[in-house]
């Protein structure tokens, strides 16, 4: 978190703002509202508002290089002269003839944009879009590698100066639909990284000390201490518990449904009140909502319904308890986890892996990587990436993106991302390609080729400055060394490659499983969310 009084509370001051004027939240009347009823059954979602931004704008500047002379000199004199100031604060040791680098045809000025959740913590990542400059004579950014750009909030680029992440990466241009994409426009992936953590603040409808003090106490009481503080009458600043990390909104929710005073003598008649409308009502999440935020006490009653007929309570239920901290849900988890049948496994799993011991939650989705249904097998993937499980061999390759094989799974398949972090994962390797292929790129600059008979394959690429020179290499029929081949840089002395982009070598993968190269399964991930709005 940051430490600086100022900067903490002008960034506060921000957020509230954002909160009011990008995300349509009203600044609460505090003068002309009624003082709410404050009372033993009061809760604290009728006292305050959370007030976060639920989405921050992100836009930037940044020069993409690695062209092929595609990019253009032309570059507005106001975004030159903030990206000369901007190369030289970041490379101050080096010497750059930067109006000769801005001026290449190997570059292109870009604008960089993003979106970011209020909630996000520092150092987190996310996908940024790149569009060449409208106007210029750019004509291509496949290839490019953004060098670096501070974002900043929309709309205030050149008035403030408060940068809010930064990105840099390869640009992925989109090939595998085969598709004629714009290719003035790309994303990069996972290529912003926010720089700071970032508060959500409650705000009392009714500007009370007192009450601001005893929402922080039950706060402070329930999640810990430092969880939150009252900096005004009107305002309590919290921390999100690291282990809402992953459920932040959750966590809010926890927080509006949480009664104001702790009444012992009342405790169990809201529980039994909370139990009923879990196996009764429509409304089940506010039910589960509501018994989380009351905590451990509701273990007794909760539990009694882990046997419940109606799967969907057994899940809240076991999710509720395993929240609070016990493992009395666990084995319900579990077993909806298990049933191929259940439409809330994908649900069980994650409310495993999000708050079970480490050596719980990996050992179940280890299981589950040897599940029928490939849904089941990617969940547990990513929730085992994400523990860094040995289950999970992670290599980068030519400094872009990472190959990974999946161990523990017998059924073959091939996954590449298309959001997030750049990446193919290959589930029951090794995976073999066929004897007899010939693969060419849509281009044509890039073939694959093997006769039959022959001992390996041929990979061979089109000089990308000079057409007519044709760098060739070997590979196994393995599929590893295949990407390796193909997106290595030629200066690898482990494994030399022909420094293929990534967006090049899944179109690639998924021509080679389209004609039967390779018999393995064929997964897309979703691109992301935003859209590549070309700029006129």
């Known amino acids: 978190?940051?430490?600086?009084?100022?900067?903490?509370?002008?960034?506060?001051?921000?957020?509230?703002?954002?909160?009011?004027?990008?995300?349509?939240?009203?600044?609460?009347?505090?003068?002309?509202?009624?003082?709410?009823?404050?009372?033993?059954?009061?809760?604290?979602?009728?006292?305050?508002?959370?007030?976060?931004?639920?989405?921050?704008?992100?836009?930037?500047?940044?020069?993409?290089?690695?062209?092929?002379?595609?990019?253009?000199?032309?570059?507005?004199?106001?975004?030159?002269?903030?990206?000369?100031?901007?190369?030289?604060?970041?490379?101050?040791?080096?010497?750059?003839?930067?109006?000769?680098?801005?001026?290449?045809?190997?570059?292109?000025?870009?604008?960089?944009?993003?979106?970011?959740?209020?909630?996000?913590?520092k150092g987190e990542y996310f996908d940024v879009c790149v569009f060449a400059l409208p106007g210029t004579q750019t004509t291509s950014l496949q290839g490019g590698w953004l060098y670096g750009a501070e974002l900043k909030e929309a709309r205030t680029f050149g008035i403030t100066t408060k940068v809010l992440a930064n990105a840099s990466g390869p640009v992925y241009i989109d090939k595998i639909d085969g598709k004629s994409a714009d290719k003035k426009a790309g994303y990069v992936l996972a290529g912003g990284t926010s720089t700071s953590d970032y508060r959500t603040n409650l705000v009392l409808r009714q500007p009370d000390y007192k009450i601001a003090s005893t929402i922080r106490n039950r706060l402070n009481e329930r999640f810990g201490s430092g969880t939150a503080k009252a900096i005004s009458p009107s305002k309590i600043e919290f921390n999100v518990p690291w282990k809402y990390q992953r459920q932040k909104e959750r966590f809010f929710s926890i927080i509006r449904s949480m009664y104001l005073y702790n009444a012992p003598e009342a405790t169990q008649e809201r529980i039994a009140e909370a139990v009923g409308n879990l196996v009764d009502s429509s409304d089940k999440h506010r039910a589960e909502i509501a018994l989380e935020a009351i905590g451990n006490e509701v273990f007794g009653q909760l539990t009694a319904v882990l046997g419940s007929p109606d799967e969907n309570v057994r899940l809240r239920a076991a999710r509720c308890i395993l929240n609070l901290g016990s493992d009395r849900g666990l084995d319900v988890l579990r077993q909806i986890a298990m049933d191929a049948n259940s439409p809330y496994r994908i649900e069980a799993l994650e409310a495993i892996t999000r708050s079970a011991r480490r050596n719980d939650a990996a050992a179940i989705s280890r299981v589950l990587l040897r599940d029928d249904d490939f849904d089941a097998r990617l969940a547990a993937y990513e929730e085992l990436r994400r523990l860094d499980d040995i289950a999970i061999r992670q290599r980068l390759v030519g400094g872009s993106f990472y190959l990974?094989?999946?161990?523990?799974?017998?059924?073959?398949?091939?996954?590449?991302?298309?959001?997030?972090?750049?990446?193919?994962?290959?589930?029951?390797?090794?995976?073999?390609?066929?004897?007899?292929?010939?693969?060419?790129?849509?281009?044509?600059?890039?073939?694959?080729?093997?006769?039959?008979?022959?001992?390996?394959?041929?990979?061979?690429?089109?000089?990308?400055?000079?057409?007519?020179?044709?760098v060739t290499s070997?590979?196994?029929?393995?599929?590893?060394?295949?990407?390796?081949?193909?997106?290595?840089?030629?200066?690898?002395?482990?494994?030399?490659?022909?420094?293929?982009?990534?967006?090049?070598?899944?179109?690639?993968?998924?021509?080679?499983?389209?004609?039967?190269?390779?018999?393995?399964?064929?997964?897309?991930?979703?691109?992301?969310?935003?859209?590549?709005?070309?700029?006129?």
């Open 1 to 121: 978190m940051n430490t600086d009084k100022k900067n903490s509370g002008f960034f506060t001051f921000g957020v509230l703002l954002a909160a009011i004027v990008l995300s349509g939240c009203r600044a609460p009347e505090m003068a002309e509202e009624a003082a709410p009823a404050v009372g033993p059954e009061s809760r604290i979602g009728s006292l305050v508002e959370v007030v976060s931004v639920e989405t921050v704008q992100l836009e930037g500047y940044g020069i993409v290089g690695g062209l092929r002379g595609t990019g253009s000199s032309e570059c507005p004199p106001r975004i030159r002269q903030y990206l000369e100031g901007y190369i030289l604060k970041e490379l101050p040791e080096r010497t750059i003839n930067i109006k000769q680098f801005v001026d290449s045809h190997d570059t292109a000025v870009v604008l960089v944009e993003g979106s970011i959740p209020g909630t996000i913590s």
């Open 404 to 470: 990974e094989t999946v161990a523990q799974t017998h059924k073959k398949a091939v996954f590449v991302s298309r959001s997030g972090q750049s990446r193919v994962a290959l589930f029951g390797g090794p995976i073999k390609c066929r004897e007899n292929i010939f693969i060419r790129s849509a281009d044509g600059e890039i073939t694959l080729n093997a006769s039959p008979g022959d001992k390996y394959v041929s990979v061979m690429r089109k000089n990308p400055k000079q057409p007519n020179v044709v």
């Open 474 to 536: 070997k590979s196994s029929f393995e599929l590893d060394d295949i990407i390796r081949t193909l997106c290595e840089e030629p200066d690898n002395k482990e494994h030399p490659g022909l420094a293929v982009s990534y967006a090049e070598m899944i179109a690639i993968l998924k021509q080679m499983h389209d004609k039967g190269a390779v018999s393995a399964e064929f997964h897309i991930g979703p691109l992301p969310e935003m859209a590549l709005n070309i700029k006129k």
